[in-house]
């Protein structure tokens, strides 16, 4: 069965330090990974997302993620932390033929502290 | 930049009774979806609609349940006999079609069921 594992429920980071959201999927052939972020009240915003090629994909608001296909796992991260990163974050992952549907993660709150 | 728009923000209705979400999805967007996010717990999908037709369905997609675009900018989603258990946010997205483009979500209508 198709699942998207994202392992932290919060994650807690000081502003400016790096910050690293976790994902792993498992999905058969090559999937499509995406990342969402939600904030309050609001529906959910595309970040970046990984197609083909290079295995690290840069998104909005200086985001990137590492695509890495022996661990079947695409990482958000972001070198420095805004206090306005604050929000809910959830991976995403269809497969590349076949299906629309995206199957989502649990999602991660982010908290980043002043 | 062209968003999804959906009304209401927030439903309250009777179980039993009918409702139904509206959205306008971005205007040269050919692929429309419904999703669900019951509280804490994650993002479903429900339906995938192209050309006046359900293109994908899942297994919560039941009979209660209709989509339709009767006009050429409005998508809805009909719940027959709303039960306690279809009180849940739910999320109308909409893409070009690429396999390789994401969706775009809008804010979300909360469905609340007494």
């Known amino acids: 069965a198709q699942s998207v594992a994202q392992p932290e429920d919060q994650v807690n980071v000081a502003e400016g330090n790096p910050l690293t959201v976790k994902c792993t999927y498992s999905v058969s052939g090559n999937p499509y990974l995406f990342w969402y972020v939600q904030y309050p009240n609001r529906g959910l915003q595309f970040l970046l997302k990984y197609i083909t090629g290079d295995n690290l994909v840069k998104g909005s608001y200086g985001f990137e993620a590492e695509f890495n296909k022996s661990q079947t796992s695409f990482h958000l991260k972001k070198p420095s932390a805004l206090v306005s990163d604050s929000a809910l974050y959830f991976c995403?992952?269809?497969?590349?033929?076949?299906?629309?549907?995206?199957?989502f993660g649990t999602g991660t709150r982010l908290q980043v502290f002043p | 930049e062209p968003e999804v728009t959906q009304t209401p923000s927030h439903q309250v209705t009777q179980m039993g009774q009918e409702v139904i979400l509206r959205c306008v999805p971005i205007s040269n967007h050919l692929y429309f979806y419904w999703y669900r996010q019951i509280l804490g717990q994650k993002v479903e999908f429900l339906v995938s609609f192209y050309n006046n037709e359900i293109s994908e369905k899942s297994e919560i997609f039941d009979d209660q349940f209709s989509v339709e675009r009767p006009d050429g900018s409005n998508f809805t989603l009909k719940i027959r006999s709303t039960k306690l258990e279809d009180s849940a946010m739910y999320f109308c997205a909409s893409s070009t079609g690429d396999s390789n483009q994401p969706q775009h979500f809008g804010d979300g209508t909360r469905l609340s069921i007494l």
């Open positions: 995403a992952v269809k497969k590349s033929y076949n299906t629309d549907k995206l199957i």
